[in-house]
Nanobody, 115 residues
Framework: QVQLVESGGGLVQPGGSLRLSCKTS????????MGWYRQAPGKQRELVAT???????NYGDFVKGRFRIAKEKDGNKWQLQMSNVALEDTADYYC?????????WGQGTQVTVSS
């Protein structure tokens, strides 16, 4: 079975940086798209960033150049480099991938931005 596991979440001060990683296992195929979503308490889950197999990226409107998504060549691991974080970035961050007609989700990692 396909599994996605996030890491790198934690406490960070406003204006600081954080790097999230997603590691996959169990896939016997290549993902066609992968990325990150987030969900804050009382809010809907929203797009943070996605990247497709050819490297094309897409970001949520709130990112405004602060975050960057990158993937390993084999497509089995990807990262979200977060910089200049703000209080409103506090949320559970989920890695996501799509392949062979199915979507896959990790269990989430908490990011808390606080002074």
């Amino acid at each position: 079975q396909v599994q996605l596991v996030e890491s790198g979440g934690g406490l960070v001060q406003p204006g600081g940086s954080l790097r999230l990683s997603c590691k996959t296992s169990g896939a016997i195929f290549s993902f066609t798209a992968m990325g990150w979503y987030r969900q804050a308490p009382g809010k809907q889950r929203e797009l943070v960033a996605t990247i497709i197999s050819n490297g094309l990226t897409n970001y949520g409107d709130f990112v405004k150049g602060r975050f960057r998504i990158a993937k390993e060549k084999d497509g089995n691991k990807w990262q979200l480099q977060m910089s200049n974080v703000a209080l409103e970035d506090t949320a559970d961050y989920y890695c996501w991938a799509r392949g062979r007609g199915h979507g896959y989700w990790g269990q989430g990692t908490q990011v808390t931005v606080s002074s």
